[in-house]
């Protein structure tokens, strides 16, 4: 095996999953999530990218990161809201800072919200439930499931209005 | 202003609406304000699940009788991992010996597989979670016994249990039986579920 295949290899084996899951947050879609992996990883082994010497993990993170912009760039509005993406155009220098910024609202949203809000809140966004789902789980009406998610949004607006719209 | 609650519904429901309604609602920028808060906090409890490199420390309120582990327990399991994360764990079933109850428990690295799917079945009384993150299990304790639940260590909710859970006992048993894992530590302080 060449040299550049096994360090190939051991990038694949080192940073896999965390390209993957980068990828699955900004595409919200886990076969395309792979498919933009796979891609870089199979450019890569064709020769097309050249792997730097100093820090080729980041060099591949930014480059999956930009792969997965691609990609979102060529949705139609429809297709971003049925993933619930982002409509504002990504900027790739201010990802970090906006990675911060929204764990930053989460760990507000634990520590700030009532037990009952950050519930709703965490069932919505964090595991995916439909509103009925929700109500059903904690007992409460689906009014009430959307009068929890208002009130969570608007405290969270107050705080951390987003810039990037 | 459109209302809130009108995208909440548009986000959970596209195919209900056109693409006219869909630009109409995106062209309010208080509307598209609110849906960008949305798309973050999704991406922001993703950001935090993917953090895969687990330390996990005890807590003070754990003691060491926690760790026993009766036949009759109302919470029984095996942590469920893959691959080289699986040899990370242990579990106690019987006494620790007097030289580890003496020690500080050392801060240990633990990766958490996400190849399992979390299944939680449920029958009248018994609870089976299979392979389920201990957020999941402690706010479903949460939302039955209704108690608050809170995380001291953002990397220990991501730890994956089998258990089982009796309905019908109470939380202070269930909180005992759960912190007889060897990587969970809760404790039960004012109406709160404290997990380290």
Redesign the interface.
Known sequence: MSAQKEEIEQLYIGCH?RLL??A??ML?DDDEAGDAVSDVFARLADGLLNLPTDHPESYLMAIVRNQCIDRVRKMT??ER??R?????ESDPTTIDSE?E???E??DY??QNFS?KTW?V??LR????L??REIAE???ISEIAV?KH??KA??E??EI???T?? | MKDIEELLKMTERPQDYSDEEIRQMMNDPEMRAYYELMVDAEAGFALKRSDTSKVVKRPACYTISHRFMKAAAIFAGILLLSGISFAAYHFTFGASSPAEQGKESPTQEVRVSNVHQEEITESSTIRTFENAELHQILHELSDFYHVGVKFHNEQSRHIRLYTKWDTAAPLKQIIERLNGFEKVSICLIDNQIIAE
């Open positions: 999953q899951d980068m699955r947050v919200k509005l429809r809201i049925e619930r993406l982002s409509l504002a990675q910024r929204i764990t609202m989460i949203a634990e037990s519930r809140f965490q966004f964090d595991e995916g439909l509103y789980r904690l007992g959307y998610l208002t949004l608007k969270l607006k951390f209005n987003p990037r719209i």
